[in-house]
Protein backbone atom coordinates (compact mmCIF):
# COMPACT_ATOMS: atom_id res chain seq x y z
CA UNK A 1 0.00 0.00 0.00
CA UNK A 2 1.47 3.25 -1.03
CA UNK A 3 2.13 6.07 1.85
CA UNK A 4 -1.20 7.55 2.55
CA UNK A 5 -2.33 10.88 0.93
CA UNK A 6 -5.41 11.30 3.32
CA UNK A 7 -5.96 13.86 6.03
CA UNK A 8 -8.09 12.54 8.97
CA UNK A 9 -11.51 14.51 9.67
CA UNK A 10 -10.28 16.68 7.03
CA UNK A 11 -13.46 15.50 4.20
CA UNK A 12 -12.62 18.02 1.69
CA UNK A 13 -9.10 17.11 1.48
CA UNK A 14 -9.74 13.10 1.71
CA UNK A 15 -12.36 13.60 -1.43
CA UNK A 16 -9.16 15.70 -3.08
CA UNK A 17 -6.45 12.78 -2.05
CA UNK A 18 -8.84 9.55 -3.53
CA UNK A 19 -9.28 11.83 -6.82
CA UNK A 20 -5.36 12.38 -6.89
CA UNK A 21 -5.44 8.58 -6.18
CA UNK A 22 -7.44 7.83 -8.86
CA UNK A 23 -5.42 10.21 -11.53
CA UNK A 24 -2.40 8.21 -10.56
CA UNK A 25 -3.39 5.12 -10.81
CA UNK A 26 -4.97 5.67 -14.48
CA UNK A 27 -2.00 7.66 -15.78
CA UNK A 28 0.18 4.51 -14.39
CA UNK A 29 -1.91 1.49 -15.27
CA UNK A 30 -4.35 3.10 -17.75
CA UNK A 31 -7.88 2.42 -17.36
CA UNK A 32 -7.77 -1.39 -17.12
CA UNK A 33 -5.83 -0.92 -13.62
CA UNK A 34 -8.45 1.70 -12.07
CA UNK A 35 -10.68 0.23 -9.73
CA UNK A 36 -11.71 0.76 -6.16
CA UNK A 37 -9.18 -1.61 -4.76
CA UNK A 38 -6.29 0.25 -6.91
CA UNK A 39 -7.34 3.32 -6.05
CA UNK A 40 -7.64 2.58 -2.26
CA UNK A 41 -4.39 1.34 -2.71
CA UNK A 42 -2.76 4.23 -3.92
CA UNK A 43 -4.37 6.43 -1.46
CA UNK A 44 -3.15 4.39 1.38
CA UNK A 45 -6.67 3.97 2.64
CA UNK A 46 -9.45 1.09 3.09
CA UNK A 47 -11.53 0.79 0.06
CA UNK A 48 -14.71 1.06 2.20
CA UNK A 49 -13.20 4.83 2.84
CA UNK A 50 -13.61 5.32 -1.11
CA UNK A 51 -17.09 3.88 -1.11
CA UNK A 52 -17.92 6.49 1.93
CA UNK A 53 -17.06 9.26 -0.24
CA UNK A 54 -18.29 8.02 -4.00
CA UNK A 55 -20.28 4.96 -3.87
CA UNK A 56 -17.92 3.64 -6.73
CA UNK A 57 -14.96 4.06 -9.50
CA UNK A 58 -17.38 5.94 -12.01
CA UNK A 59 -17.31 9.13 -9.44
CA UNK A 60 -14.01 9.24 -9.54
CA UNK A 61 -13.51 9.06 -13.26
CA UNK A 62 -16.14 11.57 -13.62
CA UNK A 63 -14.35 14.29 -11.42
CA UNK A 64 -10.96 12.83 -13.38
CA UNK A 65 -13.17 14.17 -16.27
CA UNK A 66 -14.14 17.23 -15.35
CA UNK A 67 -10.41 18.37 -13.98
CA UNK A 68 -9.00 17.02 -17.50
CA UNK A 69 -11.74 18.89 -19.42
CA UNK A 70 -10.95 22.15 -17.29
CA UNK A 71 -7.13 21.71 -18.24
CA UNK A 72 -7.85 21.43 -22.09
CA UNK A 73 -9.64 24.90 -21.29
CA UNK A 74 -7.36 26.47 -20.17
CA UNK A 75 -4.75 25.49 -22.63
CA UNK A 76 -6.97 26.78 -25.44
CA UNK A 77 -8.00 30.03 -23.62
CA UNK A 78 -4.12 31.10 -23.21
CA UNK A 79 -3.81 30.77 -27.39
CA UNK A 80 -3.69 34.00 -28.33
CA UNK A 81 -6.61 34.75 -31.08
CA UNK A 82 -5.74 34.99 -34.42
CA UNK A 83 -7.05 37.45 -37.25
CA UNK A 84 -7.61 33.92 -39.66
CA UNK A 85 -8.82 34.97 -43.30
CA UNK A 86 -10.19 31.94 -44.46
CA UNK A 87 -12.01 28.91 -43.13
CA UNK A 88 -8.78 26.59 -44.19
CA UNK A 89 -6.42 28.68 -42.01
CA UNK A 90 -9.22 28.77 -38.91
CA UNK A 91 -9.20 25.12 -39.50
CA UNK A 92 -5.62 24.83 -39.66
CA UNK A 93 -5.26 27.06 -36.29
CA UNK A 94 -7.73 25.24 -34.86
CA UNK A 95 -6.26 21.09 -35.28
CA UNK A 96 -3.24 22.00 -34.50
CA UNK A 97 -4.26 24.25 -31.03
CA UNK A 98 -6.22 21.20 -29.99
CA UNK A 99 -3.44 18.53 -31.14
CA UNK A 100 -1.04 21.21 -28.56
CA UNK A 101 -3.68 20.85 -25.97
CA UNK A 102 -4.19 17.05 -25.87
CA UNK A 103 -0.83 16.39 -25.84
CA UNK A 104 -0.55 18.95 -22.88
CA UNK A 105 -2.65 16.63 -20.97
CA UNK A 106 -1.95 13.05 -20.27
CA UNK A 107 -5.01 12.77 -18.25
CA UNK A 108 -7.34 13.65 -21.10
CA UNK A 109 -5.08 11.38 -23.30
CA UNK A 110 -5.79 8.73 -21.00
CA UNK A 111 -9.60 9.36 -21.20
CA UNK A 112 -9.92 9.56 -24.64
CA UNK A 113 -8.17 6.13 -25.28
CA UNK A 114 -10.55 4.42 -22.92
CA UNK A 115 -13.63 5.70 -25.13
CA UNK A 116 -11.97 4.42 -28.22
CA UNK A 117 -11.81 1.19 -27.00
CA UNK A 118 -15.01 0.79 -24.48
CA UNK A 119 -18.39 1.93 -25.08
CA UNK A 120 -20.54 3.12 -22.11
CA UNK A 121 -23.14 6.17 -21.04
CA UNK A 122 -20.25 7.13 -18.45
CA UNK A 123 -17.72 7.56 -21.27
CA UNK A 124 -20.08 8.90 -24.06
CA UNK A 125 -21.00 11.48 -21.26
CA UNK A 126 -16.83 12.42 -21.34
CA UNK A 127 -16.31 12.08 -24.86
CA UNK A 128 -19.54 14.64 -25.17
CA UNK A 129 -18.03 16.53 -22.42
CA UNK A 130 -14.42 16.94 -24.20
CA UNK A 131 -16.28 17.69 -27.51
CA UNK A 132 -18.18 20.65 -26.04
CA UNK A 133 -14.39 22.47 -24.93
CA UNK A 134 -13.76 22.56 -28.13
CA UNK A 135 -16.51 23.82 -29.52
CA UNK A 136 -17.25 26.58 -27.55
CA UNK A 137 -13.28 27.73 -28.23
CA UNK A 138 -14.08 27.47 -31.70
CA UNK A 139 -17.47 29.44 -31.70
CA UNK A 140 -15.90 31.85 -29.74
CA UNK A 141 -12.81 32.48 -32.22
CA UNK A 142 -14.40 31.24 -35.61
CA UNK A 143 -14.19 33.88 -38.18
CA UNK A 144 -17.55 35.49 -39.71
CA UNK A 145 -16.92 33.34 -42.71
CA UNK A 146 -19.25 31.54 -45.03
CA UNK A 147 -19.18 27.61 -45.58
CA UNK A 148 -19.14 27.21 -49.23
CA UNK A 149 -21.86 25.45 -50.42
CA UNK A 150 -22.11 21.89 -51.59
CA UNK A 151 -19.25 21.35 -49.24
CA UNK A 152 -19.41 18.66 -46.48
CA UNK A 153 -17.51 20.50 -44.02
CA UNK A 154 -18.48 18.06 -40.70
CA UNK A 155 -17.39 15.06 -42.89
CA UNK A 156 -14.01 16.96 -43.23
CA UNK A 157 -13.61 18.10 -40.03
CA UNK A 158 -14.24 14.30 -38.45
CA UNK A 159 -11.73 12.75 -40.49
CA UNK A 160 -9.11 15.64 -39.76
CA UNK A 161 -10.18 15.39 -35.64
CA UNK A 162 -9.65 12.14 -35.71
CA UNK A 163 -5.91 12.08 -36.96
CA UNK A 164 -5.27 14.78 -34.70
CA UNK A 165 -6.90 12.94 -31.64
CA UNK A 166 -5.03 9.65 -32.92
CA UNK A 167 -1.35 11.57 -33.10
CA UNK A 168 -1.57 12.95 -30.03
CA UNK A 169 -2.76 9.46 -28.64
CA UNK A 170 0.22 7.99 -30.14
CA UNK A 171 2.78 10.80 -28.78
CA UNK A 172 2.13 9.52 -24.99
CA UNK A 173 1.88 5.93 -25.64
CA UNK A 174 4.29 4.59 -28.03
CA UNK A 175 5.95 8.23 -28.86
CA UNK A 176 5.71 7.54 -32.49
CA UNK A 177 3.59 6.61 -35.12
CA UNK A 178 4.34 5.24 -39.09
CA UNK A 179 7.73 5.91 -38.62
CA UNK A 180 7.56 9.26 -37.75
CA UNK A 181 9.02 10.11 -33.95
CA UNK A 182 6.53 12.52 -32.31
CA UNK A 183 9.08 14.50 -31.01
CA UNK A 184 8.91 18.00 -31.12
CA UNK A 185 10.87 18.04 -34.87
CA UNK A 186 8.51 14.97 -35.72
CA UNK A 187 5.56 17.17 -34.23
CA UNK A 188 6.53 20.07 -36.80
CA UNK A 189 6.66 17.70 -39.75
CA UNK A 190 3.09 16.75 -38.36
CA UNK A 191 1.90 20.40 -38.35
CA UNK A 192 3.29 20.60 -42.02
CA UNK A 193 1.60 17.47 -43.57
CA UNK A 194 -1.98 18.86 -41.49
CA UNK A 195 -1.26 22.27 -43.67
CA UNK A 196 -0.46 19.80 -46.78
CA UNK A 197 -4.20 17.85 -46.06
CA UNK A 198 -6.06 21.12 -45.93
CA UNK A 199 -5.86 21.88 -49.11
CA UNK A 200 -9.41 19.71 -49.46
CA UNK A 201 -10.41 22.23 -47.07
CA UNK A 202 -13.21 24.66 -49.03
CA UNK A 203 -12.36 28.29 -48.98
Keep these: MADSLLRPRDRSAT ?8 EAVL ?17 GCDRKLV ?17 AHTDLAAHLAAVPPVEAESLRAFARHGLLTWF ?16 MVEDSP ?5 E ?3 NAVLQ ?7 PRLRTPPRTDVPA ?6 AAVQALALASQTRGSISGVVLDDAGCARIEDAIGHLLAAWPD
Excluded at 51 to 67: M, N, P, S
Excluded at 136 to 142: G, N, V
Design 15 to 22: QAAIVQAG
Design 27 to 43: LRDGFTGLNIQTIAAQA
Design 51 to 67: YRYFDGAEKVVRLLARQ
Design 100 to 115: AALRASPLALRLMAWG
Design 122 to 126: LLREI
Design 128 to 130: AER
Design 136 to 142: AWMRERR
Design 156 to 161: LNAVLM
